[in-house]
């Protein structure tokens, strides 16, 4: 729902404006994923002959994934106002001022009578449900609202200040400064889906690390207790039981209910950061306009933001690799040279935080094994140089050609960003994740344009044949995105496959990251940088690269062309005959290279963006 009013005032030279803006937001959202099971069959599984289909016929799958289920019934609040006066000081010189005041609600979920959301606070027990493992608390618990612990602010107010000076009738310069306020995005509680006890995603027998069977997942492929590494070891989980409970159906307990947590252990939760506040930008401009003819204008602009407070996410217990190398073996402890030969180490690390639970940094691994924690802690920055050259329509000719000289950096690009594509942030240095923008294009030239073709008959040839022509189109070229680097092998000892938004690791610089030389069409191994500049990292190490190569991808050349022909059929019809092209001379966009160092194809470009040319042929018909 939206409420919303302004008003205006004018008196003298002052223009004022005041208004508010009140909406409620929600969504409701059943979820319904994978509720009768899965299995996998990858030719990838602990037991698999390599190939995928004799897999399946001999019943061995890669994998098992099952969940219950849930709904979203979140809601939140957006109240805003805010006051301005545009003051005309001089016949020529304009200066507005004013402020936002602007207060949104953190997104609340009414769901499981409102106390379906997880909040992680190690060494406090949870009074809404007395059975649940310490460190986890729930709605109705000291510190814990019904959006997981952050709070309403009050205190965001957003000024803004631009003018507009004409000194001559020809040349106009604006500038403007302001702060502006976003929203939580509902993308949010998606991760609180299926959060324990409220739901369930399992593994089957895979929880505990074993490979589930095909005619019961509850079951290994060999039903017996199994030996996981090293079995009799010191402080090793050496065993593991062959067979548990199935654990469906489902249904949610009520609080207050005597759960058994260990039902959905080890955990694998989202939560919010009680420190979350509301992200905000301040935008800036500097704007020269000069009017060159009468049909043509010329703008040069710095433009820029500042963004803070920005969605993000980041591992809330992570693994320490020293005590890590402690109890996994103990005969190496402080060996880097020979961290290769940590062949228990390596075994193990993706499963660490359960089978060694002192490891992890605040709570055990065996009960939270991994706690994403989304957070407004990420900032951003952009600035820009744009010209504008416009020509209007005259004598049937128009012209617009923007030109963007453009830099953004920032530690994620974008909610999803900050975790997707290998960019999960370090939490003990978050520094390396400071990069280009995802959206950093450094250059970008659009040309538009229309001509009206004359009537060419000169008098010989009938007009319905040369009148009416004309011709449009869109020229684009741009400079490539970012390449941005990752590494998806967990060799760090810090986080493991229960990092509920992935593992932190990074590559390691080894030399200088050339761009190939070679033409990616024609190159046999369609290279666009030389992939030995980047090794993996040494284990139980973090990689020294940053987010990003240090230069970007293939850029855009991309032309769009119309033609057409009107025709006439007395006073009152006519028909028009149209052929598009889109990517008119065909040219190969490519997508940027594999960042991934694990990656055989690292390196590589293999796809392209965008399509091949296209012709689109077309009449209509206007009455």
Known sequence: ????????????????????????????????YENSGSFGFGGAGTFTTGLPGVDYLLGIPDGYNQSSGNIINARAWMIYSYIQDQWQIRHNFTFTYGIGWQIDTPLTDLYNNGVSINAFSPGHQS???????????FPGDQGVNSSGGSVTHYNNFG????????????????????????????????????LPPFSLADAGIGDTGLSPGFANPWSSINPAAVCLANCGAANEADQAAGAIANKYPFAAPAPGSPVDFSFYEPLSLNVTDPRWDVPYVMNFNLTTQYQVSPSTI??????????????????????????????????????????????NCIAKRTNAPVDFPDIALYAPGNIFAGVGTQGTFLNSNYNSAQLTVEHAMSHGLFIRGAYTWSHGLDYGSSY???????????????????????????????????????????????????????????????????????????????CSAWAYYGC????EVSGTALKASGDPRTSPSHEWFNPTAYTREAYGTIGNAGRNLPFH??????????FWKDTSIGERYKIRLRADLFNMWNHANFANPTGNVVSGNFGKILNTTGNARILQISAHFQF
């Open 1 to 32: 729902g939206q409420m919303s009013d302004n008003f205006t005032y004018t008196t003298g030279n002052h223009n004022f404006r005041f208004g508010g803006d009140v909406r409620r937001t929600s969504v409701y959202n059943p979820f319904e």
């Open 416 to 494: 999803e960003n900050s975790y997707a594509g290998g960019s999960v942030l370090d939490p003990f240095d978050m520094r390396l994740a400071y990069g280009d923008s995802s959206y950093d294009a450094r250059q970008r030239l659009v040309l538009e344009y229309e001509y009206d073709i004359p009537n060419w008959s000169f008098g010989v040839l009938p007009q319905q044949l040369t009148k009416g022509w004309a011709f449009t189109g869109i020229t684009t070229f741009q400079t490539g995105f970012p390449i941005q680097l990752s590494e998806s092998d967990d060799r760090t000892y810090q």
């Open 553 to 562: 991808g293939p850029g855009i050349n991309d032309f769009d062309f119309s």
């Open 298 to 343: 010329a703008t040069l602009s710095y433009v820029g933001s500042l963004g803070r407070k920005l969605e993000g996410v980041i591992e809330g217990n992570p693994d320490n690799e020293q005590a890590y190398l402690n109890d996994c073996d103990p005969a190496d402890v402080g060996n880097f040279a020979a961290q290769s030969t940590f062949s």
């Open 159 to 194: 000024p803004r200040v631009g003018f507009a000076y004409s000194p001559t009738s020809k040349f106009v310069i604006r500038g403007g400064w302001g702060i502006y306020y976003d929203t939580a995005e509902e993308e949010l509680t998606l991760q609180n889906l299926l």
């Open 127 to 137: 009074a809404v449900y007395p059975t649940a493992p310490t460190g986890l608390l």
């Open 504 to 507: 932190w690791d990074h590559p």
